[in-house]
């Protein structure tokens, strides 16, 4: 987790040094504070700091300024291999009081934001289910025209964040909540496509729950079966050499034990058998095919 990071401070400072476009001599200081950088897991945090402020000293724009003081926060919370430890609150809260209107303000609340969640997670008693929430929901609120790749982030992860009580109070919300994105049509192809896996994750969390009576369970499935086809289509889009068997056989399979859809069953039966000759899948779904053809020849 460690290098992760420092791998990812470091991608920061080198964008904002060909952005920078410094002189040779502000390079060569720059790439003498990277190699010292990468031995950031031996340095003591004052020594950390250091480094920093001399990193601070050549960018002058404060959105700049606001990356490089955002990676030194990754770079210090993260030290020595651990989790997050519980000076990141006012680390990433400095970076926000300081420069509230830039990417690192954004990307140091999205953290602050996993801070608490993972706090949540570990029992930590400051860390309650609103806490986690509420923290999601500012970094959509404060920064949704501006940074929309970073909003859908904290968007995604409260959602993820919501599934995972198993509460379906908690579900349902969700489900409404995603289902009223997906049709405002406004955000990347991406999103979309992990909007639509855990509206997949949910249907599959409530159809698991015992009080679902069975006309309940039905809709659930259909649902469940739709946002996999929806997903299918949408990730085609995005990228057409996706494998998509695994998909394609879930569909078939709740089309015809779920939903008795032979029809629907058939289908995706065939595209796994058609697209995908050499899958796994494909003895198994040939064996489908022909118990779907006898049934259908049984009831004419």
Not at 77 to 82: I, L
Not at 150 to 176: N, T
Not at 204 to 216: F, G, V
């Amino acid at each position: 987790m460690f290098r992760q990071s420092i791998l990812f401070s470091l991608l920061y400072v080198l964008f904002l040094c060909v952005m920078a476009k410094l002189n040779a001599a502000e390079e060569r200081e720059l790439e003498q504070l990277i190699a010292i950088n990468t031995q950031a897991e031996s340095l003591s945090a004052s020594e950390l700091q250091q480094r920093y402020d001399k990193l601070l000293e050549i960018f002058s724009s404060s959105e700049d300024k606001s990356l490089v003081q955002y990676s030194r926060c990754i770079t210090l919370v993260y030290r020595k291999g651990s989790d997050f430890d519980f000076t990141a609150e006012k680390h990433f809260k400095e970076v926000i009081e300081k420069y509230p209107e830039s990417r690192g303000a954004a990307l140091a609340m999205l953290a602050l934001s996993r801070y608490y969640h993972l706090g949540y997670l570990k029992g930590n008693a400051e860390c309650s289910k609103n806490k986690v929430d509420e923290a999601y929901r500012q970094v959509e609120h404060s920064f949704s025209s501006k940074y929309p790749e970073i909003v859908e982030e904290a968007c995604l992860y409260r959602w993820a964040f919501m599934l995972a009580s198993k509460q379906q109070e908690d579900i349902q919300k969700f489900l409404s909540e995603s289902e009223i994105a997906i049709k405002k049509q406004n955000f990347s192809q991406l999103f979309y496509i992990h909007a639509l896996d855990l509206r997949a994750n949910a249907f599959m969390l409530l159809a698991d729950l015992s009080e679902q009576n069975e006309q309940e369970t039905f809709q659930i499935y259909k649902q469940l079966r739709d946002t996999f086809i929806a997903y299918c289509e949408r990730y085609h889009k995005y990228n057409p050499l996706r494998d998509n068997s695994s998909i394609y056989w879930m569909i078939g399979s709740i089309s015809e034990f779920k939903l008795g859809d032979l029809e629907c069953a058939s289908q995706y039966y065939n595209k796994l058998v058609s697209e995908y000759p050499h899958n796994g899948r494909v003895f198994t779904a040939q064996l489908a095919l022909k118990r779907i053809d006898s049934i259908i020849k049984s009831m004419k």
